[in-house]
């Protein structure tokens, strides 16, 4: 509950940071900013290595990397949420990345288990989902809240209201392959030193709920374990993180300045991809004669997933791109979430169901028969109504193209319906 109230704040919250942003695209000729953000800090100690606290290891980290940065690139600006052992609040970490318009936001921490047996790094994206063995995780990592003079500004968010997390996620679902993929590449390089990586993940954390910008959270190691938590403190182990968090960065700010259209000094010009001209791609990666919520196991963690139902069957479908190279990324990251049977989905834009098919919305089920107009709807109109067994089934809008379904879709779900669907329809009735 209290949903309406988080809506509200976080709209307004995006709407700022949209138009003083100007979203994903008025990034692009500017400068690059990376904000860089040692955990904890003063009071906040952290958690409690063998050798050295993790406030003072991820300090000398951060600090390290932004320096390999700022040696090596001109064009990139790089921010420290702190300099020094001085404590933060949370919010104001985030505040300092929207205000300096980041384009990547990087939280170093170190984990710390009671299980001193634990270790390897872990590098997390904001996600939907928190999973199982990420709880300890985020508990510690949020628990600086309570340290905090403004707990007002936190309380307002409840993790376990599964629908104000579903709002934060498509907020940030903007950012989130690009978080994946700077995800991806830290890990990569710390396997690449010999190091043991738990990989990437998803989970919330405050820190990176207010970004407008793709946001990692990086677990540097265990501290708790005497062999990972000695290395965090040498000198080469510190250096050697730093490292290579600055090989990551170098890759994916490579690839972003590709993307940007600008060529990169060191690197012959190439062919820009094209999209597939009235195409669009995704990837279908699960048929199941059940609707699965988006936090259901079945779905491994994917989100931003569109289901479509059509006769007894749903589909799951994932991504939605037109080009090729990205078709291909979204299919192997379907694969690697353990679809092995996941298969590339083409669609014609604008193509037209035939005869008297048509898509609606199915917003909501349930075993009461609700009038037209009633204030379950959230101002839905025209709302059919199908029973089935003793379930009656709500129905929103009727269109003919999935483009015009999809943007049905948004609509509704912006109503507060999270877990509406698309429909295929023959008139009236569910497609046979
Ligand atoms: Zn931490």
Redesign the pocket.
Request: proline share 0%; charged share 35%; hydrophobic share 20%.
């Given at each position: 509950m209290g949903l309406t109230r988080i809506c509200k704040q976080i709209l307004t919250g995006f709407l700022i940071l949209t138009l003083s942003c100007g979203y994903l695209t008025a990034q692009k000729k500017s400068n690059f900013v990376i904000v860089i953000d040692p955990?904890?800090g003063g009071k906040d100690i952290?958690?409690r290595g063998v050798v050295e606290n993790?406030k003072d290891i991820?300090l000398d980290v951060s600090l390290r990397f932004g320096q390999l940065i700022e040696k090596n690139f001109k064009d990139v600006k790089v921010i420290y949420t702190r300099k020094s052992d001085v404590f933060l609040e949370l919010w104001e970490r985030a505040r300092i990345a929207n205000h300096n318009h980041a384009n990547l936001f990087v939280s170093i921490?170190?984990n710390s288990a009671a299980n001193r047996s634990a270790y390897g790094s872990e590098t997390f994206v904001m996600g939907l989902r928190r999973m199982e063995e990420n709880m300890e995780v985020s508990k510690?990592?949020n628990s600086v809240i309570l340290l905090e003079g403004d707990q007002e500004r936190y309380q307002k968010f409840d993790p376990n209201d599964e629908e104000a997390v579903i709002l934060f996620e498509i907020m940030h679902s903007a950012y989130l392959d690009q978080s994946i993929k700077f995800a991806s590449l830290v890990e990569d390089e710390f396997v690449k030193n010999g190091r043991s990586s738990r990989g990437v993940k998803q989970n919330i954390f405050h820190v990176l709920r207010e970004n407008a910008s793709p946001s990692v959270l990086v677990?540097l190691g265990f501290i708790s374990n005497q062999d990972e938590g000695t290395y965090l403190s040498t000198n080469k182990g510190k250096q050697e993180r730093a490292d290579a968090l600055f090989e990551a960065f170098k890759k994916y700010k490579k690839e972003y300045d590709e993307m940007d259209g600008r060529i990169v000094e060191d690197d012959k010009p190439k062919e820009v991809e094209k999209p597939v001209m009235g195409k669009s791609f995704k990837i279908q990666f699960l048929v199941s004669k059940n609707k699965y919520s988006p936090s259901a196991k079945q779905l491994n963690g994917l989100t931003n997933i569109e289901i479509v139902q059509v006769g007894d069957v749903y589909k799951y479908y994932y991504g939605n791109t037109s080009l090729p190279s990205e078709r291909d990324e979204l299919l192997n990251y379907v694969i690697r979430k353990g679809f092995k049977d996941a298969f590339v989905v083409e669609f014609t834009s604008n193509e037209k169901l035939t005869g008297s098919q048509n898509y609606r919305i199915q917003f909501l089920a349930s075993n009461k028969r609700y009038r037209d107009r009633d204030g379950k709807f959230g101002g839905l109109k025209n709302v059919l109504r199908i029973k089935s067994g003793k379930t009656h089934f709500y129905y929103y809008g009727s269109t003919k193209t999935y483009e015009d379904a999809q943007k049905e879709l948004k609509f509704v779900q912006g109503r507060g319906f999270k877990n509406a669907i698309i429909v295929i329809f023959d008139g009236k009735k569910l497609l046979e």
């Open positions: 955990g904890h952290g958690a993790e991820v921490h170190c510690r990592e677990e």
